[in-house]
């Protein structure tokens, strides 16, 4: 299809004011927030989808970098990265790597209006920012789990999102698996009977990271811009590449990094609903260093007729009860096991292996596909689901950090209940972001 035939104006903006707005100099990123107001309406792209992946540490490249560029119609044409050592190996691994445009600002490459789309592979609290700048610059999205950093973000993400008329799959890559997708068609039809409790496990040895001293900035990496939105802090190793997991200003600990698959699993079995009350507890009974996450977490999501039990520990070099990081459906009549080795169906002595009576295509090949027909619709992972078991987690760990024996939140008032802690609780369904890097939707 013909690119160069844009486009509807937007109220407030086209994307021309938009490019210059967001590339004012220096190391803010606005000078004031940007207030969207209409949908960028653009043409589906060609056969051809070109894509630009932002982050490159390991999962920027061995899953983004890699899928895409070997994903049928889809060509990688540019990456993003602070650390340019990082830019350079990530330019490596693909087989056009001369012709790969390598880009320390993010803004830069949303410039390019031949990107059809962007996968977002950051630190966490780049997620939703980046985004919605994607969003608005007309680009769709893939977006790395969890789709935000706070349950403010994740509302209006949803909102950008249906805004704009763009794709945003979310990293659950779970619901774009066959077994899985033909489990919950099974367990809904009662397989096993009703299914009154969940389990979510997520456990493994994450040893300590210790304790790291001051140092300056590797060499030609802009430490501001990784900052982002979060407190002008001095850097050390151990708020860099992947530890950064481990900090409450940039990630969430591993129930949003590794637990959210188990969450949205336990979530999507009940119906991709939200419970009515949390009860949480959990802090950190192994590590003694610069970690900030807990490292043992304990949940218990309560339904009307149902629960999810979530459990974390990262102290563990053994599997839970035999099992590996994967989810228990117990019904009235059997269970289902999720797991690495697939689905499977225990009832009485009779053991069954749950499979796809047809081939479905995994998450990257799915959101070309939607990308291609530009249908948000044919997402197999949409973000409206992500934000589900995005929000759980986030809650979760706003009742850690408040030591609140639990949590109860409202989706459709927006509202917080946390008894002891009720301001605190509310204080932390959002964030404040650093003066220049602010949201650029409202």
Not at 221 to 250: A, E, Q
Request: proline share 5%; net charge neutral.
């Amino acid at each position: 299809m013909d690119r160069g035939k844009t486009a509807l104006k937007n109220e407030q903006t086209t994307r021309r004011n938009f490019i210059k707005t967001t590339g004012v100099a220096g190391a803010g990123l606005l000078a004031a927030p940007f207030i969207a107001s209409g949908a960028w309406a653009g043409t589906s792209p060609g056969d051809t989808i070109n894509h630009a992946v932002i982050g490159t540490g390991k999962q920027g490249v061995d899953f983004h970098c890699k899928s895409f560029a070997k994903a049928k119609g889809c060509k990688v044409v540019a990456i993003c990265d602070v650390d340019p050592q990082r830019l350079e190996m990530a330019a490596r691994e693909l087989p056009n790597e001369r012709q790969v445009k390598r880009y320390s600002d993010f803004r830069k490459l949303l410039e390019d209006k031949s990107i059809d789309s962007v996968s977002i592979a950051t630190p966490d609290q780049w997620h939703t920012p980046m985004a919605l700048w994607a969003l608005m610059a007309g680009k769709h999205v893939y977006i790395e789990k969890p789709c935000s950093h706070t349950v403010e973000e994740a509302e209006l993400l949803i909102k950008a999102a249906a805004q704009y008329n763009k794709c945003v799959q979310h990293g659950t890559q779970r619901r774009s698996e066959g077994d899985h997708i033909e489990a919950m068609k099974q367990l809904n039809s009662g397989i096993i009977g009703k299914v009154h409790t969940v389990k979510a496990i997520n456990h493994q040895l994450r040893n300590p990271i210790g304790r790291a001293a001051v140092e300056q900035p590797p060499r030609g990496v802009n430490y501001d811009m990784w900052l982002g939105p979060s407190p002008v802090v001095p850097f050390t190793k151990n708020r860099w590449h992947y530890n950064w997991h481990w900090f409450w200003d940039y990630g969430g600990g591993d129930t949003v990094n590794d637990g959210v698959h188990q969450i949205d699993i336990a979530v999507w079995a009940l119906g991709n609903r939200y419970p009515k009350r949390m009860i949480v507890s959990g802090g950190q009974y192994f590590y003694n260093d610069d970690h900030e996450t807990p490292d043992t977490q304990t949940a218990i999501l309560q339904y009307d007729d149902s629960q999810i039990i979530y459990e974390m520990r990262l102290w563990t070099p053994y599997n839970l009860e035999g099992h590996d990081n994967g989810n228990v459906a117990y019904g009235t009549d059997g269970k289902m096991d999720f797991g690495r080795s697939g689905v499977i169906v225990t009832k009485g002595k009779e053991q069954i292996k749950i499979e796809s009576p047809e081939p479905v295509e995994s998450i990257v090949p799915n959101f070309l596909t939607a990308v291609r027909e530009n249908n948000p619709a044919k997402l197999l992972s949409p973000v409206k689901a992500g934000r589900v078991s995005s929000d759980l987690c986030n809650l979760m760990n706003i009742a850690t950090r408040l030591n609140a024996p639990s949590i109860e939140y409202d989706p459709v008032k927006r509202e917080v209940t946390c008894a002891g802690y009720q301001e605190q609780a509310t204080a932390l369904l959002r964030r404040e972001y650093r003066k220049g890097y602010e949201l650029p939707y409202k």
